[in-house]
């Protein structure tokens, strides 16, 4: 059976953010995920001891967002500073109990060739992993499909893994988005099937509009089971951008969640 968490930067944004979580668990989850937990991670530890809710994953510290950054591993000149990220992660690990980190890579960079910004990927995943590690948590790698993140540095499942078998470290796995493979690549299932062994996390949307389950040419009904008959037991994150009040959205979920 799946194990669904939500995604409080997509679902229940109809509420500011401290009032997501009541609203997960009245819906049924048990646990949530959300990118970036730094702002606030003492009143967010106390909103999921609250709620009763566990934390699935945030990310690294992905830089200037809101200007397009998507991470900077790939920034030579930004070492310490993504040093820095993996040490305030750490710290939201412990304090949020969470076991699961996703890295960003980062938008290639023009000025810098493919050799440098690859080996500055590899070396920074390679300290955040070994950091993780210590505090017992998973880091991850989650490519970003090149239609909505042009240059994005890892955006397909087979560079994304090329970079974990430079990493070499046993606790880096890849963060199976559903929506961007499918919008990205393609071959979903297939994709899946054979990599299950290397995924830590997976995310849904349907496509290419990354609304609920129902609204796009994805067949979720289909493609959960299999998922499930991979033997991959881990969390699923609905991370999908609700086309109507995300309460009302969630009706996909009924034969995934209750007996039949
Ligand atoms: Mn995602």
């Given at each position: ?32 995920e959300?990118?970036s937990?730094?702002?606030?991670v ?5 909103l999921?001891?609250?709620h009763g809710?566990c ?11 809101a ?11 930004r070492r ?12 939201a ?30 070396e920074?995943?390679?300290y ?5 590690d210590?505090a017992g948590?998973m ?7 090149a ?10 499942t087979?560079?994304a ?7 070499g470290?046993?606790?880096a796995?890849?963060?199976f ?7 990205g690549?393609?071959n979903?299932?297939?994709t ?18 990354r ?6 040419e ?24 609700p ?9 996909w ?8």
């Amino acid at each position: 059976m799946p194990k669904f968490c939500a995604n409080l930067a997509f679902l229940f944004t109809e509420r500011p953010m401290p009032e997501r979580f009541a609203a997960a668990r009245a819906a049924g989850f048990a646990a949530v995920e959300f990118p970036s937990p730094y702002e606030n991670v003492d009143g967010y530890a106390d909103l999921l001891r609250e709620h009763g809710l566990c934390m699935v994953l945030f990310n690294l510290p992905m830089g200037d967002f809101a200007a397009g950054e998507r991470g900077f591993a790939n920034d030579p000149q930004r070492r310490e500073e993504f040093r820095a990220g993996v040490g305030e992660a750490v710290r939201a690990v412990r304090r949020l109990r969470c076991t699961r980190v996703n890295a960003l890579v980062g938008i290639r960079r023009a000025d810098l060739d493919e050799p440098t910004q690859w080996a500055t990927v590899v070396e920074n995943l390679r300290y955040a992993a070994r950091r993780l590690d210590e505090a017992g948590a998973m880091l991850l790698v989650e490519p970003l499909n090149a239609i909505d993140t042009p240059g994005f540095f890892a955006a397909t499942t087979t560079r994304a893994l090329r970079l974990l078998d430079d990493v070499g470290v046993r606790n880096a796995r890849l963060q199976f988005d559903c929506y961007h493979v499918q919008r990205g690549e393609g071959n979903l299932l297939a994709t899946f099937a054979r990599n299950v062994e290397r995924i830590g996390h997976v995310q849904i949307a349907d496509s290419p509009e990354r609304h609920q389950p129902g609204t796009g040419e994805l067949a979720y009904e289909r493609i959960l089971p299999a998922i499930d008959a991979c033997g991959y037991d881990g969390w699923i994150g609905v991370e999908y951008r609700p086309l109507g009040l995300t309460e009302e959205t969630l009706g996909w979920m009924a034969p995934f969640t209750s007996p039949a």
